[in-house]
C-alpha cells in the first residue's frame, strides 16, 4: 500500500515538472501565446505576445483584447471576434500592428486564432512575428522593380532563347531592334532562324557561344520583323537550365555604321579635293601663262593671218584646260567666292528660259517656288550649280521625260544634324531638281560626285559636272542629299543656309570700260612667283603704257618700292617668304591710298585670304592679259574717284 502510495505521488511531481516545464517554454517562447476568455479578455498571455503589445505579461490578464490593442492592430480584433463568432479556427492570417507613437513603425505577423472548446467560448491566440521576413520580401520586390525597371528603359536589348528558337523576356529595346511593336508579335518570331542575315554567321555564334560559353563583341546584321535590317553589336552567354539556351544583348549601331559610312565619304572626298585643289592651282599657273602669251602673241601677228589663227587655236584650247581647273577648283572648294544677299527663286527664273532651250523639246521643264529666305551666296557659282544638275538630269532622259526644279524653306534640327556630321541646325533654302531618267543604282550613288567619274560613253563628259556642285555648296556652308532607284529617276536637293534677317540683294551692274580706255601711265608693282606669268603680265601692262617693276616674291617687292612709288599692285597670294596678304599690309601703311589686286587659283592656301585686306579686288587664275588690263583699269579709277 505504502508503494502504491509513493509511485502516485512521484508520478504527480513528475507531471507538476512537466507541466512546469511546457509553462516555462509557453512563457519562454518567441512566439507570442494567448488565451481569451468569452468576453474577449485575456486570461493568460506569455512574455512574447505582451511584448508585442507594448505590455508586460503580469498586466495583460483581465484587461479586454480592445484596450490592449488600443486601435494598433483592428484587423487582429476583427478575426478574433470572428473566430468566436462562428466556432471555427482563423489561421496563418496576416495582420499588421502599429508601434506606439514613441515607437514609430509597423510590425507584421501571421495570427492563429481557435476556439479551445466547451461552453466557455475561450479562444486560443498565437502570433508569429513577420516583420523581418515581411521587410526582406519588400526590400527584394523593391530591388527587383528597379532592376525590371533599368533593364525596361536600358537602350541595349536583352532577352533569353529557348532551344525551341522562341524570344522570351525581351524588353523594350529588343522589340524595337527586331521590329516588334509589342510583345504578342514575338512568338511568331523564331531567333534561331528568323534574325540572322547571314546563317553561316550566325552558326559560327552559337558554336564559340557552345565551346567558351558566351561571345562577345561581335557585329552582325538581323532581319527585322517588318523586312528591315538593323545593324548590333552582340553579347551572348550560354544558359544551361530551364529550357533556355542563350542570353543575348543586343546593341543597335545602325546609326553608328551610317555615320561612319558618311564620315569615311567626307574624308574620301576632302583627300581628293586637296589633291584636285593642289593640281589644279599648279596647273592654273602654267595655264595663265600659256593664254597670256598666246593672246600676246596674237595681237603681234594680227596682220599675218596664218600665224595668228594658231595663236587663237592655242588661246581656245587652254582656254578649255582652265575651264577644268575652275571645276576642279569647285570641287576642292578653293574658289574665291564673291558672297551677296542672293534670292534662289530669281536664280531659277533667270535661268529658266536658257534652260528649256538646252534640254531640248522631248523634255518637259516643270517649275514649282516657294518662297525663301535670302542666301549669302556667290550667284555666278549658284547658277553654275543648278545649270549642272539639269544639265545632268538632261543626259539621265535620253528618250526625254519630265525635269522638275523646285525650291522651298526646311528648319534642320539638332536631332538631324546628329545623324549627318557637319551639317548645322538652323533654315535652309532648299534647291530641288528631279527628273523622271533612268536612275543610279548603289554604286553609282556612292561615286556619284567623285571628280572625273561618269557613266556616259567615253568623250561625253568630263565626270566633274557633279564634283563641281558638290564643292560649289560645301564651299558655301550648305549640304546635298541624292536619292534614286534605277528606272524610277534621280532627286538631287541642295541645301543653302539662310540669311536671317536679309533681305534680297538687286543683282549689281557692272560697267565694263572699253578697250581704248584701258591705257594707262602709272607705275605698277606686279610680284608673283611663277616667271612665266610675271613675265606675261610685265609686257601685256608695259603694252598698255604702264610702268612695271616686277618681283618674284613679296620681300623682293618690298625692297623694290625703296625706289619705287607704285600707284597700284598686283600681288599673287601665295608666294615664297611673304604672302600677298601680309605684303599688301606692308604697302598700305607704306603707301597710304595704294590700290590693290589679288591673283590666286584658290583663297586657302596657307590660310591667305583676300578678305582680310579690305578695298583690295581679286583676279581668279588664268587670266588674260585683257582681264588684267581691264581690272587694273577699274580700281586705278575707283582710287583716283576717291575724295
Known amino acids: ?107 507584421h505577423f501571421l495570427a492563429y486564432l481557435y476556439p479551445l472548446g466547451g461552453e466557455s467560448r475561450a479562444l486560443g491566440l498565437a502570433l508569429v512575428e513577420t516583420t523581418e521576413r515581411k521587410t526582406s520580401e519588400d526590400s527584394l520586390r523593391q530591388s527587383e522593380a528597379r532592376y525590371r525597371d533599368l533593364l525596361e528603359h536600358s537602350v541595349f536589348g536583352v532577352c533569353r532563347v529557348t532551344t525551341e528558337g522562341a524570344v522570351r ?6 522589340l524595337r531592334i527586331l521590329g516588334c511593336s509589342t510583345p504578342e508579335e514575338l512568338p511568331g518570331l523564331n531567333f534561331l532562324r528568323d534574325v540572322f542575315r547571314f546563317p553561316d554567321q550566325q552558326a559560327q555564334l552559337l558554336a564559340e ?54 564620315l569615311q565619304h567626307a574624308q574620301k572626298f576632302e583627300a581628293i579635293g586637296q ?57 576642292a572648294r578653293r574658289q574665291v567666292l564673291q558672297p551677296r544677299a542672293v534670292d534662289l527663286n530669281s536664280v531659277v527664273n533667270g535661268l529658266v528660259t ?37 544639265l545632268n538630269a538632261r543626259d539621265a532622259m535620253p528618250d526625254g521625260g519630265r525635269l522638275l526644279i523646285e525650291s522651298g524653306m526646311v528648319e534642320v534640327d539638332q536631332s538631324y544634324s546628329r545623324f549627318y556630321p557637319g551639317v548645322a541646325p538652323g533654315r535652309y533654302a532648299v534647291l530641288s531638281v528631279s527628273d523622271s531618267g533612268q536612275g543610279m543604282d548603289n554604286q553609282t550613288l556612292e561615286r556619284v560626285f567623285e571628280p572625273f567619274f561618269t557613266t556616259k560613253e567615253q568623250g561625253k563628259g568630263t565626270g566633274l559636272g557633279l564634283s563641281t556642285v558638290y564643292g560649289i555648296v560645301k564651299q558655301h556652308g550648305g549640304f546635298l542629299h541624292v536619292y534614286s532607284e534605277p528606272g524610277q529617276g534621280s532627286l538631287f536637293r541642295v541645301y543653302f543656309p539662310a540669311m536671317p534677317g536679309a533681305g534680297v540683294a538687286e543683282s549689281a551692274v557692272v560697267a565694263v570700260p572699253r578697250v581704248e580706255e584701258l591705257r ?35 620681300e623682293e617687292a618690298l625692297r623694290l618700292c625703296e625706289q619705287h612709288t607704285p600707284q597700284v599692285a598686283v600681288l599673287d597670294l601665295v608666294m615664297p617668304k611673304l604672302g600677298g596678304v601680309a605684303t599688301a599690309e606692308k604697302l598700305a601703311q607704306r603707301f597710304p591710298g595704294i590700290a590693290l589686286i589679288f591673283t590666286s587659283g584658290y583663297s586657302r592656301d596657307r590660310g591667305e585670304s583676300a578678305e582680310q585686306v579690305p578695298n583690295a579686288s581679286y583676279l581668279q587664275k588664268p587670266y588674260s592679259p585683257s582681264n588684267l588690263g581691264r581690272l587694273l583699269r577699274e580700281v586705278l579709277s575707283a582710287a583716283k574717284s576717291k575724295p
Not at 534640254?359 to 549642272?388: C, F, H, W, Y
Request: proline share 2%; with cysteine; charged share 25%.
Open 520 to 554: 594707262g601711265t602709272e607705275t605698277v608693282l606686279l610680284a608673283d612667283d611663277h616667271e612665266s606669268i610675271r613675265e606675261m603680265a610685265r609686257q601685256s601692262l608695259s603694252g598698255l603704257g604702264y610702268r612695271v617693276f616686277c618681283a618674284a616674291d613679296g
Open 354 to 390: 536658257f534652260l528649256d532651250r538646252v534640254i531640248g523639246r522631248d523634255i518637259v521643264l516643270e517649275v514649282q517656288l516657294s518662297p525663301l529666305d535670302a542666301i549669302k551666296a556667290d550667284q555666278t557659282q549658284v547658277e553654275q550649280v543648278l545649270m549642272n544638275l539639269c
Open 169 to 174: 523576356g525581351a524588353n523594350s529595346a529588343m
Open 209 to 262: 557561344c557552345r565551346s567558351q560559353g558566351m561571345a562577345s563583341n561581335t557585329e552582325t546584321e538581323w532581319k527585322r520583323r517588318d523586312g528591315g535590317l538593323v545593324a548590333v553589336r552582340l553579347h551572348l552567354r550560354q544558359l544551361a537550365s530551364g529550357g533556355e539556351i542563350l542570353e543575348v544583348i543586343a546593341e543597335d549601331i545602325t546609326e553608328l555604321r551610317a555615320l561612319e559610312r558618311q
Open 275 to 331: 589633291l584636285a585643289g593642289g593640281i589644279a592651282h599648279d596647273f592654273n599657273n602654267v595655264i595663265g601663262a600659256i593664254l597670256g602669251w598666246a593672246e600676246l602673241g596674237f595681237e603681234q601677228n594680227r596682220s599675218v593671218p596664218q600665224a595668228a589663227e594658231r595663236f587663237t587655236r592655242i588661246r581656245e584650247q587652254a582656254e578649255r584646260a582652265a575651264s577644268l581647273t575652275r571645276e576642279l577648283l569647285a570641287f
Open 1 to 107: 500500500m505504502g508503494t502504491k502510495v509513493m509511485d502516485a505521488s512521484q508520478d504527480s511531481e513528475a507531471l507538476q515538472r512537466r507541466f512546469a516545464e511546457f509553462d516555462q517554454l509557453c512563457r519562454k517562447s518567441p512566439i507570442g501565446l494567448a488565451t481569451l476568455d468569452a468576453e474577449m479578455r485575456f486570461v493568460q498571455a506569455n512574455e512574447a505576445l505582451a511584448g508585442f503589445l507594448q505590455a508586460t505579461s503580469d498586466a495583460l490578464p483581465g484587461r479586454a483584447l480592445r484596450d490592449a490593442l488600443g486601435g494598433r492592430g483592428d484587423a487582429l480584433l476583427e478575426l478574433a471576434q470572428e473566430a468566436q463568432r462562428t466556432g471555427q479556427a482563423r489561421l496563418q492570417r496576416e495582420v499588421t500592428l502599429r508601434a506606439a507613437s514613441e515607437l514609430p513603425g509597423l510590425r
